[in-house]
């Protein structure tokens, strides 16, 4: 692991300079777990069409509101329009108190865990609700996205508009409409404004995210009142129905291609149960196409 230093002045002029991301082009913080004991997570995003070599991204806390974060460096690789799921590596069956292992639920989800060791002044992934987090890239002076605010200390957590803390003791997922991370240190951290609020120890979310950036989006969502379920499909069996009938059902990989068509048209109906047996385990998106030319797409996961 490697350490880096970076002074609050600096990295804000090195944002200005250096880090327009453009939306949907970079990875970012698709959902933040701050749990009870240990439970700790970060998910990221990857809002494009190609895989993202992660040995070029650090991450990790600006703790109590330090203006240098502590970083941890990545590795592996996320597929196009997938997930990598960081957990704080503590995972022994006996350990008590500060060593006690991560949830079961959040282990399983997990692609890599990070940070076995506490060390006050470098432990990037001992973050609480009072603790930004940021997504680096290069030599760690690039922010790609940013979780709170540099600088600040609020407290126990920060707050909503009617002053309900939400960074601690909760899952936080990125609305669907986020297309890039925050790459300026903002003047104050509006949680709610990006942000969807999951009650604490909520890891069923983790392993996927529904976002925009997706080339196939829902087009006229609104037209049809829509329902696909279960969400995990762990016998690879969704129930979808609509207000209007459907017409067509399409399939699609991570890659955007096509992995099962089933045409509906001349049964007139507004339910059907999707069997995808055939499929391998992982995420696709189901796309619907509805009477009246509306389509409804959702993400799913197959066979956790």
Known sequence: MRKFVLVLASAIAAIG???QTQDCSELFISEYVEGSGNNKAIELYNPTNAAIDLSQYQCGRFRDGSGTPM???LSGSIGAYGTYVIVL???DPNGTGNE???DAALQAVADTFVNPVYVQSNSPFYFNGDDAFGLFKGDGTVLVD???????DPGTAWSDVNGTWWTNDHTLIRK???LKGVTTNPS???VQTEWDSLPENTFTELGWHTCDCFGLGVEDEQAAEFNMYPNPAVDKELMISASKNIEKIQVFNILGQEAARISLAKEATSKHKLRLKQLNTGIYIVRVSLTGGAEV????????
């Open 17 to 19: 300079a250096n880090a």
């Open 297 to 304: 797409s959702r993400k799913v996961m197959l066979g956790r």
């Open 71 to 73: 970083i941890i460096q």
């Open 89 to 91: 590596d503590k995972r």
């Open 188 to 190: 104050e951290f509006l």
């Open 100 to 102: 006690a292992p991560v």
């Open 176 to 178: 669907s409409t986020v």
């Open 146 to 152: 940013l979780f709170g605010k540099i600088g600040e």
